[in-house]
Every structure is written in C-alpha cells, then in structure tokens.
T-cell receptor, first 113, second 114 residues
Framework: ETGVTQSPTHLIKTRGQQVTLRCSSQ?????VSWYQQALGQGPQFIFQ???????GRGNFPPRFSGLQFPNYSSELNVNALELDDSALYLC????????????FGSGTRLTVV | GDSVTQMEGPVTLSEEAFLTINCTYT??????LFWYVQYPGEGLQLLLK?????DKGSNKGFEATYRKETTSFHLEKGSVQVSDSAVYFC?????????????FGQGTELSVKP
C-alpha cells in the first residue's frame, strides 16, 4: 500500500493559462475523485473516474476535465484559468465497494495570478 | 440537494477540555456520515464514520453517533490534546459503497492550548 501521491505540491499560474495536476492512486484502487478546496471552505466534488471513465460530475464547468490511466494514475486539467480557480486540489482514490472508503492525497495548492 | 452544516469556528479549548463540534445534514436518502481531519499543510484523513442510524463511529478517543431523528452527527471527545489541533470536516455520502461522492461541511478549526 503506497498511499495517494499528488504533484506538484504548489504551483503558480497566470489567468488564462492551462494547468495539469497529477495524482498517483493507491495500488489497486479503481476509482479516483477530485475535489477543489477553496481557502477556509470544505472540499467541493469536481468529478470521479471509475475504470478510466467519468462516472460522476459536480457543478464545475467543462474547462475542468480529467483522465484516469490503467496504472492507477490520473490527471486533472483546467483550461482558461480564472482567479477563482485558486485553491487546494485534492485527489482521493478508492476501491469500489470497499467499505473503508477513500484515501486522500495531500493536495496541490494552485495559485492563479 | 444534500448538504452538511457545521458549527462555525475557530474553537479554542484548553488541554483536557471536553470537545463537541456540531454537525447536521440534509439528505434525500440514507447517507453514510463521516468526520475527516485536516492537519496544517496536509490532505484529509478519515477520523470515523457511521453507515446507518444509531451507529456510533469512534477512533482515537473521538466519537460521533448517527442520529436520524435529528439529522445530526456531532463529534465529541472527552479530553482534547494539543495534537488534536486541526480542521475537522463533517461529510456525507449517498451510495457510499458504490463510490458515491462526498459532500463536506465548511470545516471547524480547533485550537487546543496547553
């Protein structure tokens, strides 16, 4: 069991740019979810992937997109960055049907200037 | 839609004091309920959970009971330590065992002074 690893830990982007955040899920976990946590707020669900297909999406615009790969890694892509996209982005992986639930990574802190 | 409401923080306590953090929820079905903890600079860690009414989740001296009649899941600890200082999030999930998403409250910051 290796846990959930996210990269990078911090980054700064300019408004209008595009960004890719990466997550390496716990081995064997076939489900990955991404959350956005604004400063002082609780995490908000962005979307979830199960066996490389999106199977749930929160109230986020299409410029937020993702991919899940067979090796348990995944990406969150955000296009046309806006200042309000500044947040901590959390990845969580799980094995569908596992009552022990989600394992969260430490997150990527994105600052848009 | 489903939602979670927590008491506002920050909560400041002296070491060995009793802790209660209130959490109420709104849900259309019968969700699973969770408490997560976030230490500074870290991600979320599952503290405890309960999957049906009257279940009590417990871990590291923390407890919470799933109260369907009051739609509540209050977090309690009898004697807090400085190391308990963190942000605590109450959350729910419908269809948890089928990978249902988590819906979080806004978080309650706890600061424990020696």
């Amino acid at each position: 069991e290796t846990g959930v690893t996210q990269s990078p830990t911090h980054l700064i982007k300019t408004r209008g740019q595009q960004v890719t955040l990466r997550c390496s899920s716990q081995s064997g976990h076939n489900t990955v979810s991404w959350y956005q946590q604004a400063l002082g707020q609780g995490p908000q669900f962005i979307f979830q992937y199960y066996r490389e297909e999106e199977n749930g999406r929160g109230n986020f615009p299409p410029r937020f997109s993702g991919l899940q790969f067979p090796n348990y890694s995944s990406e969150l892509n955000v296009n046309a960055l806006e200042l309000d996209d500044s947040a901590l982005y959390l990845c969580a992986s799980s094995l569908s049907g596992d009552r022990y639930g989600y394992t969260f990574g430490s997150g990527t802190r994105l600052t848009v200037v | 839609g489903d939602s979670v409401t927590q008491m506002e923080g920050p909560v400041t306590l002296s070491e060995e004091a009793f802790l209660t953090i209130n959490c109420t929820y709104t849900a259309t079905g019968y969700p699973s309920l969770f408490w997560y903890v976030q230490y500074p600079g870290e991600g979320l860690q599952l503290l405890l959970k309960a999957t049906k009414a009257d279940d009590k989740g417990s871990n590291k001296g923390f407890e919470a009971t799933y109260r369907k009649e009051t739609t509540s899941f209050h977090l309690e600890k009898g004697s807090v330590q400085v190391s308990d200082s963190a942000v605590y999030f109450c959350a729910l999930s419908e269809n948890y065992n089928q990978g249902g998403k988590l819906i979080f409250g806004q978080g309650t910051e706890l600061s424990v002074k020696p």
